[in-house]
């Protein structure tokens, strides 16, 4: 089992830079692959972006790419995800998710065994 908390959230402007992170508890953490995802109002929850157990491979969505950045830090069992130029679209409820194989960039949550319980962001225009 592991227990994932999210942080970072919070209300900013456009053009803004935001980080959050997801400290990982429970079973090992350097083990698994770490995805987030997002949900914004009235939408299906979205793939954001993804890093292998060793932060070796990565991905992002087309969305995002370019101004997101994930990254690791399996000492701490936190999760990273630096996000620059922010838009007003970028504005969702955004949760970490953890993958258990560690080897893939998986974008479908259904691939993700644990999820934390989301932090609001919001970009005002």
């Known amino acids: 089992q592991v227990q994932l908390v999210e942080s970072g959230g919070g209300l900013v402007q456009a053009g803004d830079s935001l980080r959050l992170s997801c400290a990982a508890s429970g079973r090992s953490f350097s083990g698994y692959s770490m995805g987030w995802f997002r949900q914004a109002p009235g939408k299906e929850r979205e793939f954001v972006a993804a890093i292998t157990w060793r932060g070796v491979r990565t991905d992002y969505a087309d969305s995002v790419k370019g101004r997101f950045t994930i990254y690791r830090d399996n000492a701490k069992n936190t999760v990273y995800l630096q996000m620059n130029s922010l838009k007003s679209e970028d504005t969702a409820v955004y949760y970490c998710?953890?993958?258990?194989?560690?080897?893939?960039?998986?974008?479908?949550?259904?691939?993700?065994?644990?999820w934390g319980q989301g932090t609001q962001v919001t970009v005002s225009s």
């Open positions: 998710a953890a993958d258990p194989t560690g080897w893939r960039v998986a974008g479908s949550e259904d691939l993700y065994s644990y």
